[in-house]
């Protein structure tokens, strides 16, 4: 199978140990990847939420930027406060473009002496290009083509990396910090995609397959797919790039205004300065005609990316970009855009699937509680 | 005792007598669709064509159509499964069916797949 470049599909370090574990593969992102292990896709969400789940997200972009002004520079990209992120310290960013729109949702950390970006495995060849075409000769743009990426989530995850690494400990919600785990240099962030508490590790990707066994040998740990890791990241009000976020999608528009640092707004110390400012300051100002809302169906038929939203007269008043079955809520949830007066929480509408409506009620997100460990 | 009929589609059809017939996915099918968490089955009364739609499976990624594996009208549906989806994985052939209907045309039945050769096709597939 192959991309539309015609390049060969890619594996990551752990292709073989998926196969063997019995994973059906599929391609993702130009990438042959786990979408479930045998024993499905529910039972591995139910597991991430209950003990901890490892996933292979070695797909995914990781880059360095390397430079005195590194940080300066990336803040001409993100509407984020980067030159104020304390060393050790994470942070959610967004690439903008000159309508405001997402280019990619990321993660940069501040690893010392290089900012550590992580980006979507879909985006990775334009973020890099992007990058480069922005920000190189004010600082390196450094794709990490040999690491991998694991992550470990769920509330088990904790003692399980406190028994390799006791320093993993240490680490609050969004912080990181360079840690050897079994005498492997790794690079690991308390964050993830799932709403739980939990750890990303950045390592060379030749240790890869021995923390990854490593990691499975506890008995709290169980391989999980990308099946999983979508439904856990819905249940949790997440963004899926390319879906509930993108290019026609502003920040404020798509409930991000969170991640829009008090610095880069008007009135801060750097306010603007990235693609797309004064369209989504005007919205910060203003509000935006549409919203992401959550929406729980009454029924437990799942309404799913693409359906029509009416409003109770029958008025289309948005469309559904996220939706599935919520193995922990026990019921269908989705996510979507509506009408910013339809964006209240409580507010009946309808969802068109296969030419009936169904009764939807926007909720408030996430779906579940989240467990991240501040301390 | 009538015997299951197959088509490639991966439903399956059993006469009971009377030209009545039971309507279900096979356990190939219940294993390549994953977690069932959803069925949407045809009313009482409900004309079906062979080959025509006739319910919806929804697993936890994505919906598939089922169809018609004989023509015919639906005279019951399994409306246990609207609780318990989960019955179409764990018994496919048995508590898993969708729906039973008066057969328009019995000899339709001959089109579709004894079950060796059903074998022999999902074998095939592999």
């Known amino acids: ?375 | 005792m009538s015997e299951m009929k197959f088509t490639e589609a991966h439903d399956w059809v059993r006469p009971e007598g009377d030209d009545v017939a039971t309507v279900g996915i096979t356990d190939y099918a219940q294993e390549q669709l994953g977690d069932v968490v959803f069925v949407e089955l045809p009313g009482v009364g409900t004309e079906v064509g062979q080959g025509g739609d006739a319910a919806v499976v929804e697993s936890v990624k994505a919906a598939s159509e089922v169809h018609a594996p004989v023509s015919g009208t639906v005279t019951e549906a399994n409306d246990a499964l609207a609780d318990n989806p989960v019955r179409v994985n764990e018994d496919p052939t048995g508590d898993g069916w969708f729906f039973k209907l008066k057969m328009s045309d019995p000899s339709e039945l001959d089109d579709l797949m004894d079950e060796d050769a059903y074998k022999t096709y999902i074998a095939g597939l592999e």
């Open chain 1, 1 to 375: 199978m192959a991309d539309q470049q015609h390049s060969p599909i890619k594996h990551t370090q752990l292709y073989d140990l998926h196969v063997e574990l019995g994973a059906r593969m599929v391609p993702f992102a130009g990438y042959q990847m786990p979408v479930q292990y045998p024993g499905g896709i529910i039972a591995e969400h139910n597991h991430t939420r209950a003990k901890a789940g490892l996933f292979d997200v070695s797909h995914m972009g990781q880059v360095r930027l390397v430079g005195d002004d590194a940080a300066v520079a990336l803040e001409s990209l993100v509407p984020v406060d980067i030159v104020g992120l304390d060393a050790g310290r994470q942070r959610y960013a967004l690439f903008t473009n000159d309508a405001g729109g997402i280019l990619d949702d990321l993660m940069v950390t501040n690893a010392g002496d290089h900012l550590f970006v992580v980006v979507n495995a879909a985006c990775k060849d334009a973020d890099i290009a992007h990058m480069r075409r922005h920000l190189g000769g004010r600082c390196d743009v450094e794709p990490l083509d040999d690491r991998a990426l694991l992550a470990l989530q769920g509330p088990a995850a904790a003692a399980v990396m406190a028994r390799l690494a006791p320093a993993t400990a240490d680490l609050v919600f969004m912080s990181a910090a360079r840690i050897d785990i079994d005498g492997i240099d790794c690079f690991v962030s308390r964050s993830g995609y799932t709403g739980e508490d939990g750890f990303e590790i950045s390592l060379p990707g030749h240790a890869a397959l021995a923390l990854a066994h490593t990691l499975l040998a506890h008995d709290e740990v169980s391989p999980i797919g990308l099946g999983a890791r979508d439904t856990l990241r819905l249940e949790a009000g997440l963004c899926l790039y390319g879906h509930d976020i993108d290019a026609t999608t502003t920040p404020v528009e798509g409930r991000l205004a969170w991640a829009l640092s008090k610095a880069r707004r008007a009135g801060g110390a750097r306010p603007g300065g990235y693609p797309g400012a004064d369209v989504i300051m005007g919205q910060i100002a203003g509000g935006a005609t549409r919203k992401r809302v959550g929406l729980r169906p009454e029924g437990r038929a799942p309404v799913r990316e693409g359906a029509r939203l009416l409003d109770e007269n029958g008025n289309q008043t948005g469309v559904v970009t996220s939706g599935g079955f919520a193995a922990t809520v026990g019921g269908p949830v989705a996510m979507g855009y509506v009408a910013a007066g339809d964006a209240e929480v409580g507010r009946r509408l309808q969802a068109e699937v296969r030419g009936k409506l169904l009764p939807v009620t926007v909720a408030k997100l996430p779906f579940v509680e989240q467990r991240y460990y501040r301390g």
